[in-house]
């Protein structure tokens, strides 16, 4: 009898790869021409508790918005558009204290004080592409003074095709 025993596949995606590709998918809803960044927060359990993307507010038709990363402040997409984190923070309606965010971008100075307030204890970023801009800074900055650990996504490669 031994001989027919069925084990589990060993070929499965750990955690962080499922939760990161949760975020990149996520990003694929922003309609965003230039940074589409996606956020998925996780309890300590390993449950998925929200997840958002970089967009307009909820109401603003993405069609009015302003998408221009230049020009005058009103009429750039930066007056508007809401970011993943915050989205994830917000369409959550309980306590995410002790929780994790996995998040494409690391997040701004802004993403981080929501994250902070909102009682996220863990950061897991894939990219650190303004790691000098001042608003990056700002955010390693405050998450360090606050106890936020943040750790980059480790890539481990693996391809995942979907059909939609």
Known sequence: ?????????????????YFMGIAML????????NTDVGACIVSQDN???SMGYNGAPRGLHDDKM??????S??????AYVCHAELNAILNYRGDLTG????????PCNECAK????????????????????DNVVVSKTMLDSCGVKYT???STGKKITLEL
Do not use: C
């Open 1 to 17: 009898m031994e001989e027919n025993k069925v084990t589990k596949r060993d070929d499965y995606i750990s955690w962080d790869e």
């Open 26 to 33: 996520s990003a694929e809803r922003s309609k965003d021409p």
């Open 47 to 49: 449950r998925i508790l």
């Open 66 to 71: 302003h998408w221009q990363r230049t020009g």
């Open 73 to 78: 402040f009103v009429e750039t997409k930066y």
């Open 99 to 106: 929780s994790k965010i996995y998040v494409k971008l690391f």
């Open 114 to 133: 929501a994250i902070i307030q909102a009682g996220i204890k863990e950061v897991i970023y894939k990219e650190d592409k303004y790691a000098t801009a």
């Open 152 to 154: 980059q996504y480790k």
